[in-house]
């Protein structure tokens, strides 16, 4: 069997999930090789050319992860005589990156483009989503129903429970917590706007801005949205009450979910969300709004509002801060559904079950 | 329902209402929106047309009150006496316009060439000022002179590899009309010599050294001077490609940013900037190409250039890497294959990667 994806970079959900579901494999007794286009991100050159023959062959398994379009990917999938299961993790749709960077609105189109086009492909043998929302997303572009199978990301979520928190960060971060935190890459659908704004009415209806402290991935391709997160944060007047961290190292992301009161996610479009798994494995509690698979990645009695206004987000988020009865529970509930659904053990049964009967 | 279970329905429509009382209380709320969110990221794309537009409509607004001022003319009546005096007002401009044509045109010369030489005489005592303060500072002693033209001829390799691997760029110029290229930095002359071979017209500016004398004797147009008043000089969207192998690890990045602004404005539309340089994510250049340089100001990784590149306004930016390693210096493959093959081959990946890159971008 093999497993072939456009890149593998350290710290990505395409990558940890393409890795994990080779251990998955291997402990079953699958032989699986996995093969990137890319290794590390900004070398040349594209390594699936350098695939052995095998992996065309009829007999062969072939995993395909779909996560952006991708030349040689196209290029294998015509070529290939394998069964092919494509492992969807959604695109982020094209049109949130128009008038931000054009790269990325066109390699973004080119993905929407093959899933599309996969989504059709009589040859596809089956589609492994990560969530209901992808499954659902895919089934509205023509996947066979029959076909669509679900199964969350696999991410190594216990390197994350066990690592150590930098010691530093916990300390500053002890004496200044965080009363909402966000984790995700500075891209124009993760909701940081909506955030600010949310910061402003909280700010209106109880006299003191949150403390709001966003981690994540910023590519400076991005830098036009970037400049206007600044831009907002200063129009808003939110500018001590805003951190922005960039990309940190596992022990600061433990130290950045310990020290913060609450999660806020106001994403969009999400495919699944890892960081709210996080949160709810290392007892954040989550204030979130119903976009993308959010929903579905939260227990089914977490916090998350639908079609809210930036008042009543503000309020959820002051209620969670403030009563801590609801707070235990919602902690307790996330947990128990996060350990239920996307323990390691769980995701591997799933993905197991969902190739066997492909 | 368990005690722990929480009632999502209930609590949401709590909040709701929650929401709605505060915000009756708190009035109408001062928050502006946010806007239209395409208009905001166009007008952070050109910050400069954005915050000088209201100044300079200020500004004529002061004009012209002064204007009214001086002339001490509101309440007088205005009248217009064009079908009485009109022609022969014309016919006096057109005369005098002939006649003082000359006279006006030398003046403007003269204004022109004043202002560049009070430029240079101020570019001229910045810098002796600046060599005055480093006198001081080392005591008064003489600074070292270290002799870059020598340590280039050592160093920057042989004619025919420095044409072998520049020869790569010559795609970008197809032809004539493809045009002028400048070289900044351009040593021996070596890319000039290949665009002449393939007829694209080129010119270059370094420092005085043997090297560019010598490709000057050959007939290239290589010129002694520095980039920024080379680029000055050029009109704007004159250029039809700018390149610069190895030189932009040698600016400080306000320099870096004040060239990537200007080749943006001398190069017409379309026009191909290429910035060769040190590949620092290949970890054998820091054994190599960028520490045996000691004027190397700084690194500069190929995704900040990119950024940079982006910034300044270009667009459709191409990385291209070059310069790989030896084959006798790379790690050998493990011929048994298996994990140990992978890992050498992922090793001389990471470690011996290609040794230089080069940004490709269009104005």
Redesign the interface.
Known sequence: MAIVLPSLVPDDATGNDALGMRQVLTDAGYEVALFAGRIGGDLPGDLLAAAPDWIHRRAARVVYHLASGWAAGRAFLQRTSARVVVRDHNITPAAFFDDVNDEFAAAARSGEAERQRLANDPRVGCWLACSPFSAASATGLGADPAKVRVAAPLHPLEQLESAAPDLRRLRAWTEHPADALFVGRFAPNKGHLQMLAIAAHYRELFGRAPRLRLVGRFDPRLWRWRALLDQECTRLGLGSDVEIIGEVDLATLKAAYLTSHAFLCCSEHEGFCIPLVEAGALGVPVVATDRGAVASTLAPDAAVLRDASADEIAVALHRVLNDPALRDRLVQNQRAHVRAHFAAEVVARQILAALETC | MAD?????EA??AE??E???A??AR?GP????P?GD??A???A??QPLASEVAPSAAAASDRALERMRASADLPSAPLDSHRALLGHTVALMKRILRRVLSPFFDQQARFNVAGIDALANLARRLDTLEDALARHRATGGDPEPCFDYAAFEAIFRGSRESLRAAQASYLDLFPDAASGPVLDLGCGPGVFLELLRESGVPGFGVDRCNPATTQAALAGLDVRTGDFFETLDHCPAQSLGGIVAFQVVEHLSLPALQRLLRLARQRLRPGGVLVLESVNL?SLITHARGWTIDPTHAQPVH???L??LV??AGF?T?E?R?SGAVEAETRLEPDPAGGAAARNVE?LN??VF??QDYAIVARA
């Open positions: 722990d279970a929480v009632d999502i609590l949401i909040i709701r929650e929401a709605r505060l915000r708190a709320g001062n928050v502006a946010f969110r395409a905001r990221l166009r952070l794309a994510a190929p995704l900040t990119r950024f982006e910034q667009s930016i990385l890497y992922r990946r990471i990667g290609p």
